[in-house]
């Protein structure tokens, strides 16, 4: 189910990112300082378009957004629903352990996802995209695509300790996967609702991160700063509500 998915989620993020939208800089002058060319020239704005395009693709939160309610509803929500999740506790582990050993199953299960889903649509879009970017600009989206992944799966994460069942921890997930998904395709009919209500949230900051900002700006503090704060404070609590738990 999951293969299905993120291979919808691929299918859908290349039919987002294939098209090439003029309007997503302020002006010449504003594309010139980014790229550092002068793009009155076709060809410099040809180019301009494939760089656009992949880093657009490096901003598609689909496939973190929808697979991290399914990985936490069944990592975390069914082995207390069938109450398995005792089993390494008998067996000796402490919470902590047990704890810490899903915590990096569950986030380097929704990662890998993610960035399979990623590559794929990268080469089956835009084959040559490793020749569109440098190694620094590489490593800063990937940067960039890691912590936004990250916080984005850590609310379904959470969601799974507060519910300990895997139809509850399903459907609050999945409803917060709709809400990022619905806004996230409202945001070229409403940019001004989505910067004032949503844009601080991962999922849609690195979105600016990514196109917008080329060298490394300030304001990408922000944005790292709440992945990590979502990342800290979400570990944090759902490690407290495991210790805290009754284990029958």
Known sequence: MLL?????????SGLR????????????ETLNQVFGKDLRTLPALYDWQNKYEVRLIFTEMLV??????ILAAFIVGQDFANRSITLPLLMGYTRTRTYLGKALFYFLAGLALSHVALYLTLFLNRPDWMQTMNAAVYLRLILFRTLADLATLSIPWLAAFLFRDLIKTMAVSGGYAALLTFLNASAADNPNFLIRMIGHHPA???????????????DSMEMLLIALSMIALSSAVSYLIFCKSEMK
């Open 204 to 218: 849609f900051s690195i979105r600016e991160m990514c196109i917008r900002y080329i060298p490394f700006p300030s």
């Open 64 to 69: 973190p957004i929808w697979t991290g309610p």
């Open 4 to 12: 299905v998915l993120t291979g919808f989620c691929v299918y859908i």
């Open 17 to 28: 990112t294939g098209g090439f939208t003029p309007n997503t800089y302020d002006s010449v």
